[in-house]
């Protein structure tokens, strides 16, 4: 039994975990929408939860940002009708995720959706009792996108309400709708990032014009084996499990190692600056991939000097 001690638990740890992988890898590969739905309800797991969601998108599934419509408190998902294809499946982050939201709002934003979903800014404010600071939250992440032409109006709308001191309050026909400029891409970015932790409408690359010219689609890479080529996309958040990090074009996910002499005196760059890299497709025995970066040119800050 002493002689055994040494070996036994290591025997049963690994016995058990192959008998999960193995659930886990028939499940991924028979219901891919459901498991990944099951593994972000439950805030992710070996992974950050942007990864599941970057192979969420790889497989074909949207992944949509809070929805006072559809969400729950945690991801759930469900089936839109396609035309003459089958329905596609759709994840909804949760509204649980949406920074200072209190739970009694979530319960009834989902308590009232089921008699009739809310039909614009003005109907959630009547049925549910919002603080300010949750409707402006709610607004700026996306959960009230369809009730309004966009966050920027709504947020004027919100204001206006705040203003009147009550959502009964009848507004005359000059001051209805609003001349407020739509947000920018960079605008949606920032808010989701904050109130939700990590941007979902929108990608780092769609705030940047310069430096995408001559950028190969992460989904081509395995086509190019060892040619010198230039990618863009970002960071995503989390441990690979190894050396390198993740990146994202928005399409596809890829493993990043740098190049330890050309970049032995340089960080890993922050998670979601949109960043266009230089380097090699490499390969190794077992057929695993991954990007060799022999230089990082952050896009953003590129940006800012061209201004």
């Known amino acids: 039994m002493i002689a055994f001690a040494g070996y036994g638990f290591n025997q049963g740890h690994a016995t058990a975990y192959a008998g999960v992988s193995y659930r886990m890898a ?13 593994r972000l309800a ?12 970057a192979e969420a998108t790889c497989l074909g599934i949207q992944v949509r940002p809070p929805n006072v419509n559809h969400s729950d408190h945690r991801f759930t998902l469900s089936f839109e009708e396609d035309g003459e294809h089958a329905p596609a499946p759709v994840l909804w982050m949760g509204l649980g995720q949406v920074r200072d939201l209190r739970r009694k709002s979530i319960r009834a934003i989902v308590e009232q959706r089921e008699h009739a979903p809310f039909a614009s800014l003005r109907d959630l404010i009547t049925r549910v009792p919002l603080q300010d600071r949750e409707l402006t939250h709610l607004v700026q992440c996306s ?5 309004g032409e966009n966050r920027a109006v709504l947020l004027a709308e919100a204001e206006s309400i705040a203003r009147a001191g ?9 001051a209805e709708g609003s001349t407020a400029a739509p947000e920018t891409s960079s605008q949606r970015m920032r808010w989701e990032q904050h109130i939700l932790g ?21 989904r081509q890479l395995p086509e190019l084996p060892n040619r010198l080529l230039k990618i863009a996309g970002a960071r995503l958040p989390g441990w690979t499990g190894g ?29 979601w600056r949109p960043l266009r890299l230089r380097g090699r497709w490499r390969v190794d025995e077992w057929g695993s991939g991954w990007f060799q970066a022999e230089d990082i040119n952050d896009l953003m800050q590129s940006e800012d000097h061209g201004k």
């Open 42 to 53: 439950d805030r992710g797991g070996y992974h950050h939860p942007a990864i599941y969601m």
């Open 198 to 218: 990590l941007p979902v409408s929108v990608h780092p690359l769609s705030t940047v014009t310069d430096g995408l010219e001559d950028a190969i689609p992460l």
């Open 243 to 271: 050396k390198g990090f993740f990146f994202s074009d928005g399409a596809t996910f890829i493993n990043v190692k740098m190049d330890e002499v050309a970049l032995a005196n340089r960080e890993k760059p922050s998670a």
């Open 143 to 147: 959960a009230l996108d369809g009730l």
């Open 166 to 174: 009550s959502a009964y309050q009848i507004a005359f026909s000059f």
């Open 26 to 38: 028939y499940l991924k590969a028979h219901w891919p929408a459901e498991y990944l739905c099951a």
